[in-house]
Every structure is written in C-alpha cells, then in structure tokens.
C-alpha cells in the first residue's frame, strides 16, 4: 500500500491551499485517514481526521480553518486549508489505516510542504 501526497506550495497568509492523498495498492477496506503536520523542531502534530462513514474530529489550532473529507470509492483524503497563517508552515503528512488481508495497519504519506509567507 502507498500512499501519494500532494497539493502543497507556497502561499500568502490568509490564502489557500487543498491537499489530496491517494492510497493505491491491496486495499480491502480503509479505516480512518487523517493528517498531521511536523514544522522544523517540532513533534508531528494531529491536525484532523476522518472515518469510513465521514465524522471528522479537529486540532483547536486549526478548527474553522481546515475541512478534512474523503472520497471512498477513490481511497483519498483531502484537507481544505483556508485563512492560512504562517505559523501553519509546515510539512503536511497524511495517513489511512487499511486492511490488506486480516489486521489493520497504519500507512503514511510521504510529506508535502507548506508554506504560509506573512
């Protein structure tokens, strides 16, 4: 399974940016998907996810802001990111947790960069 990000780039404060992560590979079913983010210094941050049957949960930091949906029939994810700010710089990871043959297992993006210029 392989999970492919994109839609990252550089943007002004208060623009906006939609990232898209598509998982291909053995696939039987998807769980909950979702993104993080890791700025240079920091830990990996949880920013949002959202499950087979579309609830979504959010980081405060970024509630408001960011919208996080999924289109199952092509096993991606999206983050909608408005009023960005710089302090949202950051590389933005996503991950699904699949069912290939029996357990679930957590499977990540390789990372997109964002970046909110003031």
């Known amino acids: 399974v392989q999970l492919q990000a994109s839609g990252g780039g550089l943007v002004q404060a208060g623009g906006s940016l939609r990232l898209s992560c598509a998982a291909s590979?053995?696939?039987?079913?998807?769980?909950?998907m979702g993104w993080y983010r890791q700025a240079p210094g920091n830990q990996r941050d949880l920013l949002a996810t959202?499950?087979?049957?579309?609830?979504?949960k959010y980081a405060d930091s970024v509630k408001g802001r960011f919208t996080i949906s999924r289109d199952n029939a092509k096993n991606t994810v999206y983050l909608q990111m408005n009023s960005l700010k710089p302090e949202d710089t950051a590389v933005y990871f996503c991950?699904?947790?699949?069912?290939?043959?029996?357990?679930?297992?957590?499977?990540w993006g390789q990372g997109t960069q964002v970046t909110v210029s003031s």
């Open positions: 991950y699904a947790n699949v069912r290939e043959y029996v357990a679930m297992r957590n499977y």
């Open positions: 590979g053995r696939i039987l079913s998807i769980g909950v």
């Open positions: 959202t499950t087979s049957d579309g609830s979504t």
